[in-house]
């Protein structure tokens, strides 16, 4: 059974960094694509950010551009999102997961919390 969990979440100030880490029990070959997602209070989950786990393309939702960053180191089954510049709008739970590229992922971690105050 695939597992994906995430550390490094917490509060912090308007303006101030946070690098998410999202550990992986295993690899699969369904797992092409990894990925940051986000849920904010009364919003829907929006993709935040994602990464071919088998290459370095990537993707960004335009309200990161510029200021959160994907990447994955395979040695440590480990995929990061360093986030800076935070704004209180970048607050919500946070959660890694990996699947197919182009399509729903097809596992999930539990979830980390993510507060900006401003």
């Known amino acids: 059974q695939v597992q994906l969990v995430e550390s490094g979440g917490g509060t912090v100030q308007a303006g101030g960094s946070l690098r998410l880490s999202c550990v992986v029990s295993?690899?699969?070959?369904?797992?092409?694509?990894m990925g940051w997602f986000r849920q904010a209070p009364g919003k829907e989950r929006e993709g935040v950010a994602t990464?071919?786990?088998?290459?370095?393309?990537?993707w960004y939702d335009d309200s990161v551009k510029g200021r959160f960053t994907i990447s994955q180191d395979h040695a440590k089954n480990t995929l990061y999102l360093q986030m800076n510049a935070l704004r209180p709008e970048d607050t919500a739970m946070y959660y890694c997961?990996?699947?197919?590229?182009?399509?729903?992922?097809?596992?999930w971690g539990k979830g980390i919390l993510v507060t900006i105050s401003s």
């Open positions: 997961a990996a699947g197919g590229c182009g399509r729903p992922m097809d596992y």
């Open positions: 295993e690899y699969t070959d369904s797992m092409q694509c």
């Open positions: 990464i071919y786990t088998r290459g370095s393309s990537t």
